[in-house]
């Protein structure tokens, strides 16, 4: 059980610098329920618009090096940085090798730097949820740019990256032509695209598709931005400051139109959407243990089953208060 | 039976979550990546930071992760000296309540050495992976059920 005055006593030491309070605050967060929803919303409340950055795109393109050399940056302009990275959780069992954070390792005695990272387990929005979460929490105690790393499939992912202030899409060499990039996906949705290791061969023409992606299409979401293509290369510290670059430009940008408000109102009712599919969920998931626990051997009728358990938990939802 | 298992798996439960580490010049991270490998298999959330890992950067790793249990990996014969310094570090940021468990090329003349330092478990060469995970486990669990989250 997580008492009010518990939680309190962590954010209040997590403001002051205390790591292990940060720690154990979203340890909390990573597992949002009914119970714990007020402190989302006590975190949310303090915001200090930060600068939620999502950083995607398929696996080895080398996201998280990229980020490592961009927080060298960022903390030379003098930003505190948080950084949430996603690992996917495995079907057969669960588990999960969080890979990511080795790459950053460099930064984490850095008092101004504070790395997570999550697993795609939990049900139904269930990371989404997490991770919005915990952008609250950072949000709150004053990090500046909040970044969230993710392998960039399944509709959860998506969720997030969607409500990021700032969307980089992260490609490599030798990773498709430009059909590949113009088919719909996670091509759409950027703000900024990255070719990264831009040492290697092929990289002036998978720089070459990207500029046409961008330039050509109808790409983005929207609004008088034009998404930026950028050759970096983490090995040799290529690109990184035009990076940073246009992520400030992209933030300016933000700022000056008014848009930045609309992410963090879109992020706002993405929580409350997730919070509402995780209290549906958490209740649907008490009644169904129950029921099914019940059931022996070739089980019949599981329609009107189906709609009794689902019955039963809009009635418990009925009673539901808040505590 | 397992799917029924997996049924009444409540929604909230959590992972328990590893750091596999390895401190100092060893360069053999063939058995760390092994041992990762078997925890995940076996449902475990595990971090690993990789090779040439600071005492200092273990900590903050761990502290930054709220790990359930620190696992270091040592085949170059500085065990000794690494888990005194690591629980220096632990007690020095308030996070000695973190158990670290040891493994590698570990001779059984350190074993009580270890243990005297406050190290929770020594897995000598040749224990069974099966061995680990359980003891990994319930080494978590009873943390859990003294701690409020």
Partial sequence: MVTRDYVLNLIEKAGKGDRRALGRLLTILEDVNSETAWVVEYLASRSRGAHVIGITGMPGAGKSSLISRAISVLRGRGYRVAVITIDPTSPLSSGAILGDRLRMQEHATDPGVFIRSVTTAGLLGGLSLSALSMIEAFDALGYDKVIVETVGVGQSETQVMNVADTIVVVTMPGAGDDVQALKAGVFEIGDIYVVNKSDRPEASKTYEYMLFVAEKGEIGRGGAWRPPVIKTSSTLGMGIREFVEALEKHLEYLKGSGEKELRLSSRRKMLVKLLAEKIVVDSLNTIAEAELSKLQGNVEGFYEKALEIARATGEKLVNLRIQ | ?149
């Fill in chain 2, 1 to 149: 039976m397992s799917m029924e298992l997996t049924l009444s798996r409540p929604t909230t439960r959590r992972k328990v979550k590893v750091l596999v580490a390895k401190i100092g010049l060893d360069g053999h991270d063939r058995g760390a990546k092994v041992i990762a490998r078997a925890l995940r298999d076996a449902g475990f959330e595990v971090v690993y930071t990789g090779l040439r890992q600071t005492v200092d950067q273990v900590v903050a790793a761990a502290i930054q992760e709220d790990v359930d249990i620190i696992g270091v990996n040592q085949h170059e014969g500085s065990h000794v000296y690494i888990a005194r310094k690591l629980l220096e570090k632990l007690r020095e940021y308030g996070a000695d309540d973190i158990p670290v468990v040891m493994g590698g090329s570990i001779p059984v003349v350190d074993l009580d050495v270890l243990k005297n330092i406050g190290v929770r478990e020594v897995f000598l060469p040749g224990t069974p992976i099966n061995e680990i995970v359980d003891k990994l486990l319930r080494i978590a669990e009873e943390r859990r059920s003294r701690r409020e989250v």
